[in-house]
T-cell receptor
Framework: AQSVTQPDIHITVSEGASLELRCNYS??????LFWYVQSPGQGLQLLLK????DTLVQGIKGFEAEFKRSQSSFNLRKPSVHWSDAAEYFC????????????WGAGTKLIIKP | NAGVTQTPKFRVLKTGQSMTLLCAQD?????MYWYRQDPGMGLRLIHY???????AKGEVPDGYNVSRLKKQNFLLGLESAAPSQTSVYFC???????????FGAGTRLSVL
């Protein structure tokens, strides 16, 4: 069955420290991969996406993610977090043969320590 | 430039009542989606539409109906609300299925 796993429910990071949020997927077809961010009480905003090509993708707000097919992973990274990065982060996977319906991870809540 | 607008933002229903959630987008997108978000479960697709006049079931369609009579609007209906439908509902749209989805701010629904 198709699935997306975000192993960490919560992550606490000090402001200025580096960040890596994990995303693993199980998908039969060539996947399209997304990271979205949700601030409290808000809708979801796209951070970055991978469709094909370079496996290291750059997104907004200084985020990047790397697609590793051999590990079925699409981890999100940021070299130095800011207090404004505190939010919930969702990984999602889709594919052309699923009519592009997205399968979503359960989310990782990022807490920033001052 | 409103993007995706959901109304209402909050609603409290009693078990058995009905209601309709409205989603409107002004980006001329073909695809529209309704999701529900529950704690620890991420987003689950309820129904979606690939164009005006078309709808399809998603992962959790039971207890919900939808209509897409106009391209810009996607309505989600609850005919007889149940406490299990207490959730935050998000509407999204995309230019086509491959493109990114743009989300509304959500509707928080409580069914007592």
């Amino acid at each position: 069955a198709q699935s997306v796993t975000q192993p960490d429910i919560h992550i606490t990071v000090s402001e200025g420290a580096s960040l890596e949020l994990r995303c693993n997927y199980s998908y039969g077809a060539t996947p399209y991969l997304f990271w979205y961010v949700q601030s409290p009480g808000q809708g979801l905003q796209l951070l970055l996406k991978y469709f094909s090509g370079d496996t290291l993708v750059q997104g907004i707000k200084g985020f990047e993610a790397e697609f590793k097919r051999s590990q079925s992973s699409f981890n999100l990274r940021k070299p130095s977090v800011h207090w404004s990065d505190a939010a919930e982060y969702f990984c999602a996977v889709g594919a052309a043969d699923s009519n592009y319906q997205l399968i979503w991870g359960a989310g990782t809540k990022l807490i920033i320590k001052p | 430039n409103a993007g995706v607008t959901q109304t209402p933002k909050f609603r409290v229903l009693k078990t058995g009542q009905s209601m309709t959630l409205l989603c409107a987008q002004d980006m001329n997108h073909e695809y529209m989606y309704w999701y529900r978000q529950d704690p620890g479960m991420g987003l689950r697709l309820i129904h979606y539409s690939v164009g005006e006049g078309t709808t399809a079931k998603g992962e959790v369609p039971d207890g919900y109906n939808v209509s897409r009579l106009k391209k810009q609007n996607f309505l989600l209906g609850l005919e007889s609300a149940a406490p299990s439908q207490t959730s935050v509902y998000f509407c999204a749209s995309s230019l086509n299925g491959e493109n990114i989805q743009y989300f509304g701010a959500g509707t928080r629904l409580s069914v007592l």
